[in-house]
């Protein structure tokens, strides 16, 4: 158990910035791809993660790239 809890934590920002570099239409194509399943509810799942743990920094590079906030 240990190693699997290690891969997923090393890995998990990396499934992050792919899940966010989804337009909408693209994850909803993969929902429509994995059909209903374990794949599909953890597609739903990071995304949800995603969103609640991520977003002021997703918030603040927008603002960076919009030039509304120096860095």
Same mark, same amino acid.
């Given at each position: 158990m240990?190693?699997?809890?290690?891969?997923? #934590?090393?890995?998990?920002?990396?499934?992050? =910035?792919?899940?966010?570099?989804? !337009? +909408?239409?693209?994850?909803? $194509?993969?929902?429509?791809?994995?059909? #209903?399943?374990?794949?599909?509810?953890?597609? =739903?799942?990071?995304?949800?993660? !995603? +969103?609640?743990?991520?977003? $002021?920094?997703?918030?603040?590079?927008?603002?960076?790239?919009?030039?509304?906030?120096?860095?």
């Amino acid at each position: 158990m240990g190693i699997k809890r290690e891969v997923d #934590e090393t890995l998990r920002p990396g499934v992050y =910035a792919l899940v966010d570099s989804c !337009s +909408d239409q693209d994850r909803q $194509y993969l929902h429509t791809v994995f059909g #209903e399943g374990p794949c599909r509810n953890y597609l =739903a799942a990071l995304k949800q993660e !995603s +969103d609640l743990n991520f977003k $002021y920094m997703k918030e603040r590079f927008r603002k960076i790239k919009m030039g509304k906030v120096r860095v």
